[in-house]
C-alpha cells in the first residue's frame, strides 16, 4: 500500500483564498442568489426587487485576506421584508434565494 504524505502550505491556501478564480466562483454564485431573490421577492412598488446590489473584493473576510462577493438588499425596508415585524411575518427572500441556490 502506497503512502501520501500532505503538508499544508498555508501560503498556497491564502493565495487560492485571493485568487481572481476564488472571486469569480463567488461572484457567479451571488449572481444565482439575486436572480432567484429577484425572481421570488414580493412585490408591491417595485423599489425593494429592484434595490438588489451585489459587492465583491479580494480584501474580504475578518482578516481582510480572501475574495467575498456580498449580495445586499439597499430598500429602506429590506430589514423589515427579509425578517419581518411584530405585524407581518418575513419573507426571507434572501435566505431562501441562498438555499435555493446551494449555498446556505
Given amino acids: 500500500m ?9 501560503a498556497g491556501v491564502g493565495e487560492l483564498l485571493r485568487s481572481h478564480a476564488m472571486l ?3 461572484v457567479d454564485t451571488a449572481r444565482e442568489i439575486k436572480y432567484i431573490a429577484e425572481a ?3 412585490v408591491d412598488s417595485g423599489d425593494y426587487v429592484g434595490s438588489f446590489r451585489i ?3 479580494n480584501f474580504g473576510g475578518p482578516k481582510g485576506d480572501r475574495a ?4 445586499e438588499n439597499y430598500s429602506d425596508h429590506a430589514f423589515y421584508v427579509e425578517f419581518g415585524t411584530s405585524r407581518f411575518k418575513g419573507f426571507h427572500t ?3 434565494a441562498a438555499q435555493a441556490a446551494g449555498g446556505a
Avoid: C, G, H
Avoid at 502506497?2 to 498555508?10: F, K, Q
Avoid at 467575498?68 to 449580495?71: E, V
Fill in 2 to 10: 502506497a503512502r501520501v504524505r500532505y503538508e499544508l502550505n498555508a
Fill in 24 to 26: 469569480d466562483a463567488m
Fill in 68 to 71: 467575498q462577493a456580498t449580495l
Fill in 55 to 57: 459587492t465583491s473584493t
Fill in 94 to 96: 434572501i435566505f431562501n
Fill in 40 to 42: 421570488t421577492a414580493p
